[in-house]
């Protein structure tokens, strides 16, 4: 038997294993019990950048009310943020309904059946083209997330650093030269699963339990507490900001981002760049022409963004009237109507009443 026979029947061997593996230990998420195209895709979104675990409410709460691509396409963005709020990067929830109303206007509510026909919409990339054609359709394309990358260094001992494209190329061509024709989506997923299980980012991989572990090149080598190489992050920038939670009897003092901007057409509380003292700040709120009864310093907070850091320091602020540019809202309306950045949570908290504010003072 020729060195090509031995290796098809190895990479055949490897997929039965893992895919074995993911049929018996899968994790049960709503999206697996009807992986519609739809229903994956908003999954596949929702999972950037967030866990399972965090995801799951807000998937089953988004899917009871937008349970179509068409009821994506014709709801409202002030509702559609709403919905998304605290999953956080916006843009792609935009992209998101961009992308559903092309669906229903030029494929008449149907998706595209193959990875490569989905990467034309916007905002859907390799990886998630990969995950909703394979897990939909079967397509026989790849879906390799920063899971899939950590597996295939370790099981081929590829020292390169995974924030270099180049070694993500040759990780993911790794992928692709042992997909099944069969079965793609449960092999794809498989992979993702075992990397969020078994071959995990933090601590040692559970190398025991691996049911691929006589495929492993690192764990051959005893490299695998050292695999994968990734570079550090570039340094996140950081901004400083003082937040007004300006308060007139019950109603509390909010207002829109610009669309262009980090968290654009998020609500927020009002705030400035940089560190103010109560006197600074009293003289920013007298131009916005609102009479201060009273301002009292917060704890300071801080924000992480992918490339950004924010430092924040609070002031709750009491005045005398509504004034301003400024829209005002008791905690009940401004809670259920509008959808706040969430890095504005922690100043939100004070809307609660006395008891929770004074925690923040």
């Not at 207002?255 to 262009?260: H, S």
Request: glycine fraction near 6%.
């Amino acid at each position: 038997m020729d060195e090509k026979d031995n290796s098809t029947k190895e990479i055949m061997d490897f997929q039965r294993r893992l895919v074995a593996w993911f049929h018996a230990d899968k994790r049960d998420m709503p999206w697996r019990s009807d992986p519609s195209p739809y229903r994956v895709w908003v999954s596949e979104v929702m999972l950037q950048q967030t866990r399972v675990d965090t995801v799951i409410p807000y998937f089953n709460r988004f899917i009871e009310r937008l349970p179509t691509v068409e009821d994506l396409a014709e709801v409202e963005e002030g509702e559609l943020m709403k919905l998304w709020e605290g999953l956080g990067y916006y843009s792609r929830v935009r992209n998101m309904q961009t992308t559903a109303r092309e669906i229903v206007d030029d494929h008449g509510g149907e998706f595209p059946r193959t990875a490569l026909e989905l990467r034309k919409f916007k905002g859907i990339g390799a990886y998630t083209a990969g995950a909703v054609a394979s897990i939909a359709f079967d397509d026989k394309a790849a879906a390799v997330d920063g899971n899939v990358f950590r597996v295939m260094a370790r099981l081929t001992a590829n020292h390169g650093d995974l924030r270099d494209l180049k070694v993500q190329k040759e990780l993911t061509r790794e992928v692709e030269r042992v997909l099944p024709d069969e079965s793609v989506g449960d092999f794809n997923q498989a992979l993702i699963e075992l990397g969020a299980l078994v071959c995990i980012s933090k601590g040692s991989p559970k190398c025991p339990v691996c049911p691929v572990i006589s495929y492993c090149e690192a764990n051959r080598l005893g490299i695998q507490d050292i695999l994968p190489y990734k570079s550090k992050a570039k340094e996140k920038t950081v901004e400083e900001k003082t937040v007004f939670l300006i308060q007139c009897g019950d109603r509390f003092a909010i207002r829109q981002r610009p669309k262009e901007r980090l968290l654009g057409g998020l609500f927020e509380l009002p705030n400035v760049p940089g560190f103010l003292t109560p006197e600074e700040a009293a003289e920013v709120l007298t131009e916005w022409e609102l009479g201060i009864l009273s301002v009292t310093m917060m704890k300071p907070a801080k924000v992480l963004f992918t490339h950004i850091q924010w430092n924040l320091r609070g002031l709750h602020i009491v005045v005398e009237k509504e004034a301003g540019d400024l829209v005002w809202a008791t905690r009940e309306e401004a809670l259920k109507s509008y959808a706040f950045a969430s890095a504005f949570s922690f100043y939100l908290s004070g809307m609660e009443g006395p008891e929770q504010l004074s925690l923040l003072l």
